[in-house]
């Protein structure tokens, strides 16, 4: 019995979104299994392969697309095919900009490494480094680290690069933000010229591809929801507001409607330190998230936030990369971004896997034109909430 042509490319279909098709290895094929994970999302199908064959990548992927297991999976399963037993040393370096993403980056590597030999680790900084340091002393195979612990822990002489074959520089875009681009020159400088880059970012700048230009050698280029794009999963509204406002308008939209947890993004660290304040006081279990708190403060605010211990969780925008929340129903713009990019980076920690999510901005007579820069970028207008206690 012979399939119809229109029925064997429906299966040949069916079984390119599985990542069977991908040729990963039983044992992680069995870790995403156990992790829930069911079919490749886009920038895994197109990156993974290429990665597997040994090819430099320029990835242009957003936040919440699935691109760590598009690094990670393929990196573990080179790693895990050519371990051998004796001393390790770090083989593969993912570089990441905050500390939460690289904390991101290595809680879901251990997920996917959970039925391989290879050994992971994560390093940065606000916190000691004696648990690190143990940690390397034992091994370890894959790295995590962002730019300045890694370099501090380069010239105290406790990491060497020399033997780096695989290199991931993820969000290269927030690294020029942060100003990090002179930490990432010195550390491609001690970097072997023989190895496999990765290079990924939201945006595609004058400044990251000369960057990226330094870094890679004849990459394959995929490029995956570009930053402009939203997902139809977010409804999108603006209230216009009066400054002095805005923190009864925040109590109203948490007490009138359907709220299961909000992340609220403010521009400054004071800010998010005074939304958290006033809304404490009105007892809403809140906490901030931002550069000048310490690492062990960082970590049990997002872990509280995950576990639903906290209703709201305020973060400035460098910060809360790697904040991944499972089913976050709202994002609050408490203050608009200055960079309309930015706007696409904030809602998207909502809408995520197939769920529904709401986006809130808040727009006084001074963020006019940051509005104007999101609805250019965007291309979709938000619904304008003109009935509520707080407007002009």
């Known amino acids: 019995m012979y399939l119809s042509n229109a029925l064997a490319i429906n299966i040949a279909n069916l079984y390119m979104k599985t990542f069977s098709a991908l040729n990963l ?7 995403l299994q156990q992790k829930g994970y069911t079919e490749p999302t886009p920038i895994q199908q197109q990156a993974i392969p290429p990665i597997l ?4 990548l320029f990835g ?3 936040t919440g697309t699935g691109k760590t297991a598009a690094f990670s999976l ?3 399963q080179r ?3 050519t371990h051998q037993p004796g001393q390790r040393t770090i083989k593969a370096l993912i570089l990441a900009p905050t500390r939460e993403l690289a904390l991101q980056i290595e809680e879901n590597v251990q997920s996917y490494a959970l039925h391989l030999s290879v050994r992971h680790a994560v390093i940065h900084g606000g916190v000691a480094q004696s648990p690190q340091v143990k940690q390397l002393r ?4 894959l790295l995590v680290a962002t730019p300045g612990r890694l370099l501090d822990f380069v010239h105290q002489g406790l990491i060497s690069l020399q033997h780096i074959r695989f290199f991931v520089l993820d969000e290269a875009d927030k690294m020029l933000d942060m100003g990090f681009i002179r930490d990432i020159r010195k550390i491609i400088a001690l970097l072997p010229t023989k190895r496999q880059s990765l290079f990924f970012s939201a945006t595609t700048t004058k400044e990251i591809m000369s960057l990226a230009n330094t870094i890679l050698f004849c990459p394959e280029t995929v490029s995956v929801t570009p930053v402009k794009e939203t997902t139809d999963l977010i409804q999108q509204f603006v209230y216009y507001v009066p400054r002095e406002n805005k923190r009864q308008l925040l109590e109203y939209i948490l007490k009138q409607n359907d709220v299961g947890q909000a992340l609220v993004f403010t521009r400054t660290k004071r800010g998010a330190d005074k939304v958290v304040r006033a809304l404490t006081s009105q007892g809403w279990k809140a906490a901030a998230i931002h550069g000048n708190k310490s690492q062990g403060a960082r970590i049990r605010a997002l872990e509280g936030f995950k576990n639903k211990a906290l209703d709201v969780l305020v973060a400035t925008d460098i910060a809360s990369r790697g904040i991944d929340v499972e089913n976050l129903s709202h994002v609050i713009n408490y203050e608009l971004p200055e960079v309309a990019e930015t706007y696409v980076h904030r809602i998207g920690r909502t ?16 963020d006019v034109s940051y509005l104007k820069d999101i609805h250019q970028l965007t291309k ?3 619904q304008e909430v003109v009935s509520h206690p707080y407007g002009f």
Do not use: K, N, W, Y
């Open 351 to 366: 809408g995520r896997a197939g769920a529904q999510g709401i986006a809130v901005s808040f727009c006084t007579e001074d």
């Open 138 to 141: 034992r091994g370890v195979d």
């Open 79 to 81: 790693l895990e095919a």
């Open 25 to 31: 290895s039983p044992a992680l094929l069995t870790a």
């Open 53 to 56: 064959e040994g090819r430099d």
């Open 74 to 76: 393929p990196i573990l």
């Open 60 to 62: 242009c992927a957003q």
């Open 380 to 382: 979709t207008p938000m």
